[in-house]
């Protein structure tokens, strides 16, 4: 997994002084190169293992495929707009943000827009400034009894909402993923957007700049709002179809705007920036020092913590993989990556489906890793040859195997113990393993049972043949002739015909005369 050989990491962008730190101090090596053109950005990243940015630097496709080296980009803030996520995965590549790095900063701004908006301050202090004393024009109303629609009811959305019900706002809002008791256990209960629209004084939306959010709120959404409503950006730019919001703003349809983010920046829509319903800032969300410190020391400490095997943080591709930095773990994951191998080696081609069966209530909860693991073995050698737990799933896709995984409590008893074990089926081949000792091994081959567990490291030759003494004699004359010394051996309990795995020393430059010998016969190195 791409974790560890982290030794020099690149920063974009200014970032607080503390991230340095803290990477140098964990023996990293930092290099800070800002206001990089992409094809600056592109001939610089190929020496790094890390690369760690704001919101400027714009993480390209080939800007990634550009990193030969690159383990893990670092986002200083939420979000990862800015970031080919899908491309960074392709390559096996973790990404990461800081999640609650900046949510009191955006929550308060946000919360400040709302305000500004009531009461129209903005432009009530640029009249005074420029000689004016007009009290009438800047009539406002009360955020009391206001009913505000929160879109997007994460940690900024909860945080605004408790903030704005401070004011005595009555407090509804949407969000797909998070469940209507939970939100109403802060005070918002949830409803479809399609009823939320018309109740709204006020509306905010605290969600990604996805599919489905691009243009959010659009014509069709302010035609059926409160004549008058105000809106506010906070979030991403682009969930408020700006050409539509114009079009509200000149119609009267919306009431006034606050936008901290648009659809480029800085904006060209002058318009827009210059309506007088309309207030705006630079993409400040995050602009405090508080912020920003926060963010910088998370990101810093997220990676240190994923190279030591702490934790995975904040890995926006990467959170099913978090319970694999577990030690306990990682001998489970080595034997789904030995049993794709082996799966691969005694096929040849490989022909799905693929099953996976993961049996054990110690193993209830390890599908995903233990997926993306006999993945890894199946592909790598191919010409995925980038593979790793990180893109497995992605690769597989792309590869047309089909995966199925299920999961059972019951145990084999193997020596009358039980035995949690994970076992591979592909058209006519099963492979059966476990962990014993914290050493992966092969249980059973195409239903033959071996008389002791079979240690899945090493060179491994494997070879189907009648129980016949002569036959070992023969392999072991052709392995002396190649040069090849045998380490251990081991066969199945079948009479009539059997497995038999011999640990080899080098691995056979040609099978053919062995093949003379024997039924089947495969090696591979693990």
Request: glycine share 10%; net charge neutral.
């Amino acid at each position: 997994m791409a974790v560890a050989g982290i030794q020099k990491i690149l920063i974009s962008e200014s970032v607080a002084a503390c991230c340095k730190k803290i990477l140098q101090e964990n023996g990293i090596k930092v290099v800070e190169k800002q206001n990089m053109t992409k094809e600056e950005l592109i001939a610089e990243i190929k020496g790094y293992d890390g690369l760690v940015v704001r919101s400027a630097t714009k993480v390209t496709a080939d800007v990634i495929n550009a990193a030969e080296n690159l383990k893990v980009i670092g986002r200083a803030g939420t979000g990862v707009d800015n970031v080919d996520v899908d491309a960074a995965t392709r390559k096996g590549i973790i990404v990461m943000n800081t999640p609650a790095g900046n949510t009191v900063s955006a929550a308060e701004l946000t919360c400040g827009m709302i305000v500004c908006l009531s009461r129209q301050i903005p432009q009530a202090v640029a009249s005074l400034k420029a000689g004016n004393w007009d009290r009438k024009k800047f009539m406002g109303s009360e955020l009391n009894e206001k009913t505000l629609g929160i879109v997007g009811l994460g940690r900024i959305g909860k945080e605004v909402a408790i903030r704005m019900q401070s004011f005595g706002m009555k407090t509804i809002g949407y969000d797909p993923i998070i469940p209507a008791d939970v939100t109403e256990a802060f005070g918002v209960p949830q409803m479809p957007l399609e009823q939320l629209w018309p109740h709204c004084d006020f509306i905010t939306v605290h969600t990604p700049l996805l599919p489905s959010t691009t243009g959010l709120i659009n014509d069709e959404t302010f035609s059926i709002c409160k004549k008058g409503v105000k809106v506010v950006n906070c979030a991403r730019g682009g969930i408020i179809d700006e050409a539509a919001l114009l079009r509200a703003l000149e119609s009267g349809q919306c009431g006034g705007a606050a936008l901290d983010v648009f659809v480029e920046e800085p904006p060209k829509n002058v318009a827009l920036i210059q309506h007088p319903n309309m207030i705006c800032c630079p993409h400040l969300g995050a602009s405090t020092r508080e912020a920003q410190t926060r963010c910088g020391e998370d990101i810093a400490v997220q990676i240190v913590d994923m190279i030591k095997g702490k934790s995975l943080f904040g890995a926006v591709n990467a959170q099913a993989l978090t319970c694999t930095l577990a030690p306990e773990t990682k001998p489970w994951i080595a034997l789904g990556e030995a049993l794709g191998a082996v799966t691969k080696a005694c096929m040849g081609k490989l022909n799905g489906p693929f099953h996976l069966q993961v049996t054990g209530a110690s193993l209830k909860q390890a599908g995903g890793y233990l997926t993306a693991a006999v993945i890894v073995g199946l592909l790598k050698g191919t010409s995925q040859s980038n593979i790793n737990l990180v893109n497995a799933n992605m690769m597989a896709k792309e590869s047309g195997l089909n995966i199925i995984t299920e999961h059972k409590d019951t145990v084999n008893e193997q020596d009358g113990k039980s035995t949690a074990c994970i076992t591979v089926v592909a058209s006519s081949h099963l492979i059966c393993g476990s962990v014993h000792g914290g050493v992966p091994v092969l249980l059973g081959l195409n239903g033959s049972a071996f008389k002791q567990p079979v240690s899945l490291s090493g060179n491994l030759l494997l070879y189907k043949a009648l129980v016949d003494s002569s036959t070992l004699t023969s392999v072991i004359d052709i392995l002396k002739a190649d040069g090849v010394q045998m380490n251990s051996f081991s066969t199945s309990c079948d009479t009539g015909e059997r497995w038999s795995i011999m640990g080899i020393s080098s691995l056979l430059r040609d099978l053919t005369k062995l093949k003379q010998h024997v039924i089947a016969a495969v090696q591979l190195a693990l």
